[in-house]
């Protein structure tokens, strides 16, 4: 059983930055897949980005890769999400995501713990 939490989000203007974490109970933490994903208002849940249990490898959605980065600190069972050069269309709630087992990462089916969400509102 894996319990997430976001923090990080809240208001920036255009072109600014946030960092957003995500804070992970259990033990077995760095055994997971971790991602991140956003939903806008009326709109589907979006894959933003993932990091696999060592870090090595990561993937971004086309809309993110060059300005958002994702790492993470297993020692510290927490995962980030640096977003810089943010647009008004970054707009929505963030969740962070663990998988356990591989599957698919940009879809929400394929991770099997979820945050509460972490609200982002990027101003023009």
């Known amino acids: 059983q894996v319990q997430l939490v976001e923090s990080g989000g809240g208001l920036v203007q255009a072109g600014g930055s946030l960092r957003l974490s995500c804070a992970a109970s259990?033990?077995?933490?760095?055994?997971?897949?971790m991602g991140w994903f956003r939903q806008a208002p009326g709109k589907e849940r979006d894959f933003v980005a993932v990091?696999?249990?060592?870090?090595?490898?990561?993937d971004y959605a086309a809309s993110v890769k060059g300005r958002f980065t994702i790492s993470r600190d297993n020692a510290k069972n927490t995962v980030y999400l640096q977003m810089d050069s943010l647009k008004p269309d970054d707009t929505a709630v963030y969740y962070c995501?663990?998988?356990?087992?591989?599957?698919?990462?940009?879809?929400?089916?394929?991770?099997?713990?979820w945050g509460q969400g972490t609200q982002v509102t990027v101003s023009s």
């Open positions: 995501a663990a998988q356990q087992y591989s599957g698919s990462y940009t879809s929400p089916g394929g991770y099997d713990y």
């Open positions: 259990g033990r077995t933490f760095s055994q997971y897949a």
């Open positions: 990091i696999r249990w060592s870090g090595a490898f990561t």
